[in-house]
């Protein structure tokens, strides 16, 4: 009788524990912002720190600058009007729990450099919404511009996966690339966006 007791007490742990179990798993679909706390924790800890070339590697060829931005204002950004500087590019969707987790750390490093004329950071809604995504930066206090593409994205730099970040230096060559969340307030990239200020 008694090891029967003992297994109904681990039967029942054991369903306890795989509860818990499906109940995060299934919040972590349902709800964005809950994945977006937990990828927000990880960053803080260290996980999920941008890739940065130790070297500026540049793509093979200079990206054509095809794609036209604007933003609610009817204000356009173009190839031309970026010449000469730093352009961080960062596409995204309101919906998307990568994106919500990396917002706080690109609206820092945008708070660090708003002032500079050097560089420009695009954040281009990937459903073109901007009364959505508009809304959304002010409901959150963040400060960054948000555009919507008004021609086809390159495929090199946007295939599909949210959110992807593009960093493009002075002459218009990608430097840096990544996909999926990261935290962009690491002192490492920090210095690698004052490098290419400096170029």
Do not use: R
Not at 95 to 107: D, L, R, T, V, Y
Not at 128 to 147: A, C, I, Q, R, W
Request: a negative charge; proline letters at 7%; glycine letters at 4%.
């Amino acid at each position: 009788m008694q090891p029967e007791k003992e297994n109904k007490k681990i039967f029942t742990a054991s369903n306890a524990t795989t509860a818990i179990l499906l109940i995060f798993i299934a919040s972590m679909f349902i709800f964005p912002n809950f994945k977006a706390t937990i990828l927000q924790g990880l960053m803080k800890v260290g996980l999920f720190q941008p890739g940065v070339p130790s070297k500026h590697e540049t793509s093979a060829t200079e990206p054509s600058w095809d794609i036209i931005c604007a933003n609610s204002k009817s204000e356009i950004v173009d190839g031309n009007s970026l010449k000469g500087k730093v352009v961080f590019i960062n596409f995204w969707a309101t919906w998307c729990p990568p994106c919500i987790a990396e917002m706080p750390s690109i609206n820092e490093l945008y708070n660090t450099y708003k002032n500079n004329p050097d560089i420009i950071f695009l954040m281009v809604d990937a459903d073109n919404d901007l009364l959505k995504s508009e809304g959304f930066m002010n409901k959150k206090s963040y400060n960054l511009p948000v555009y919507t593409s008004q021609s086809p994205i390159p495929t090199e730099w946007y295939e599909g996966s949210l959110p992807p970040t593009i960093v493009l230096d002075k002459k218009s060559n990608i430097v840096f690339q990544e996909t999926g969340a990261a935290d962009y307030t690491s002192k490492k990239f920090k210095t690698f966006i004052e490098d290419l200020l400096k170029n």
